[in-house]
């Protein structure tokens, strides 16, 4: 759960609960104004430049987390956390979208609300499992009368629904508590995982949480999915990290890009945990060993256990929860990308928050980081390609790339580099990505780089948000920095204008250097280096909107680079809710 402080309560549940009217069923049968997501229902201004062509998000309002993504019976569900008053954080129920393809949506009235004791004064994070028959089950975060926070379960009512639309709670919710006993924060103790069934027939599931600054993956165990034992450790802790939000717990082949239940074990795979970090809004994983026996995870040598270590996405992009999809033997992640803007200019536009387009994740092949991609089902919204042959980009130059939508895109950039001796000689004391892409912004000349993409750019370029690359030497080996500078993407500067930045894992001396960049309107998602390093940034151009937006590709560098290939197509309109 993204929490916000801004903690509203919805006045009358007090009202329905103590007088005795809510009764333990279907959750959607109680508040009927909290019901429906009215597909037919316009964002408050008519004026949405900046909505998204093929992003998810609802009509209207605040959207945040990503909850209990699931296939079932051929129909890919997203529940998310969503706001159906307002265009703030409150008020929080479990909206709900279906897909056949994971690019058109469908819209159903929201699956989990306030509708219990365990969840009277909210419904939070949580993952979905899948039971044996292939039976859902959803495990999320209610807030009880005592305001603490709570583990929930609910199932599907109807198994024969392909659209899972109505979902039933237990009355034995909730099913974990803090108590004096268990030495749980109950202020810090939320968002489930998907459960994982262990060689000895026990569920085993994590929560996150704190105790002062020390971060915790908290592990409860079952043999019937109800009755649920703390364990007497954490899956894993980690000292000044603060709160562990939405955690993630998953297996990954060594072998194959394929993905793994999340109940898979064996020799030829590794695990995952990623965390979301309340105190900086960034997420950071390790890839270790999941030992058995002791019930605890162990991160390899090298896999930093803080803010500086990999991370699924360098940008705006949080609260991100995977899932196995069992039709294509594949691992996808969602994750959602929080505003830039004002809460004034959301109030405005009338809404506030998007979903990232989902990707497929896997293990790279050295075994020491995740690789991220666009699911290929994106793919079916390219039309009208437009193809550049190699061409040499001498420094200072800007090569404009017409033919496509540039306000909605998708295209693919590859450099080749074949003259290394004048690469800047990186300082042992530049660690930090971002701050040396805030230093070392497209406007600052280098030698090798900056050369990339300027999206989102206005005529004359007075506007634009840069993804590029600069190359370093560094002792014998040369390092690569993929930079989303956002500093000149808007001309409204009450904008989040912050610059990103991350080390991509490629050899330039012997790969091509790739980039792929999603363009949607206020989205610019990157994938650098076959999706090495992934960075999504959140702008909001004045001048740079639809037809006044202009895709280019550059070189500010003092060196000539060699452009392979350039492929950009314009991007179709998804049907989305």
């Known amino acids: 759960m993204a929490f916000s402080f801004n903690f509203f309560i919805i006045s009358f549940l007090s009202f329905l609960l103590t007088h005795g009217i809510l009764k333990l069923e279907a959750s959607h049968h109680v508040y009927p104004n909290l019901q429906t997501l009215d597909e037919s229902t316009t964002p408050a201004s008519a004026n949405q430049p900046y909505r998204t062509g093929f992003h998810f998000q609802p009509p209207k309002n605040w959207m945040n987390d990503p909850n209990g993504p699931l296939i079932y019976k051929g129909i890919y569900h997203l529940f998310y956390q969503y706001n159906p008053q307002d265009v703030v954080w409150g008020h929080i129920v479990w909206a709900h979208s279906t897909s056949t393809d994971l690019v058109n949506w469908i819209p159903h009235d929201p699956a989990i609300y306030p509708s219990q004791q365990s969840d009277m004064n909210g419904t939070w994070s949580g993952s979905t499992t899948i039971l ?4 859902p089950a959803i495990l999320y975060t209610g807030i009880d009368p005592k305001n603490r926070q709570v583990q929930n379960l609910a199932v599907p009512k109807n198994l024969s629904d392909p659209y899972l639309r109505v979902w039933v709670k237990t009355p034995k919710n909730p099913l974990m508590a803090p108590n004096s006993l268990n030495q749980i924060n109950s202020s810090s103790f939320r968002d489930p995982t998907t459960a994982w069934l262990g060689p000895d027939g026990h569920w085993r599931v994590i929560i996150g949480s704190k105790i002062d600054r020390q971060g915790k993956a908290i592990l409860f165990k079952s043999k019937d999915f109800v009755n649920w034992v703390q364990s007497p450790q954490p899956l894993h802790s980690a000292n000044d990290n603060g709160m562990w939000e939405c955690p993630d717990f998953f297996p990954v082949s060594t072998k194959s890009s394929y993905g793994l239940d999340t109940s898979a074990l064996g020799s030829d795979l590794k695990h995952v945990l990623k965390v979301s970090l309340d105190d900086t809004k960034h997420e950071y994983y390790t890839i270790g060993t999941y030992d058995l026996a002791k019930d605890i995870y162990v991160p ?15 940008g705006k992009f949080y609260a991100s929860k995977t899932f196995f999809d069992t039709a294509q033997n594949r691992r996808i992640l969602w994750g959602w990308i929080n505003e830039s ?3 004034s200019a959301d109030v405005k536009k009338g809404w506030s928050g998007v979903q990232a387009v989902p990707r497929k994740i896997w293990l790279d092949r050295s075994g020491k980081q995740l690789v991220q991609w666009p699911v290929q089902e994106i793919e079916k919204l390219r039309a009208n390609q437009v193809t550049f042959p190699s061409k040499l980009l001498k420094g ?3 090569l404009q790339v017409s033919g496509v939508t540039a306000s909605q895109a998708d295209v693919d950039i590859s450099f080749g580099i074949t003259e290394f001796e004048k690469a800047e000689v990186i300082d042992p004391k530049w660690t930090n990505p971002q701050e040396l892409c805030n230093q070392k912004g497209a406007s600052v000349k280098g030698n090798l780089g900056p ?6 750019s206005s005529k004359g370029l007075k506007e634009y948000t840069a993804v590029f690359f600069r190359i370093f030497k560094a002792n014998d080996k040369y390092v690569v920095l993929m930079c989303s500078d956002q ?17 991509v894992d490629v050899d330039p001396v012997h790969q091509k250097l790739s980039l792929r960049s999603l363009i949607d309107h206020s989205i610019v998602e990157s994938f650098g280096g076959g999706g090495k390093a992934c960075i999504t940034a959140r702008v909001y151009p004045t001048l740079a909107i639809d037809d006044g937006a202009y895709l280019y590709a550059f070189n500010n560098g003092t060196e000539p680079v060699m452009m392979e290939k350039l492929d950009a197509w314009s991007m179709k309109k998804a049907r989305i809710n």
């Open 132 to 135: 044996p028959g292939g039976k």
């Open 487 to 503: 500093s000149r993407s808007s001309l409204d500067k009450s904008n989040d204008l912050t610059t990103y930045g991350a080390f």
């Open 341 to 343: 803007s004002s809460v």
């Open 396 to 398: 200072g130059s800007v």
């Open 451 to 456: 050369f990339g993409l300027l999206v989102l």
């Open 300 to 314: 390899d040598q090298g896999s930093l256990n803080s803010d500086s270590g990999l991370r699924y996405d360098y």
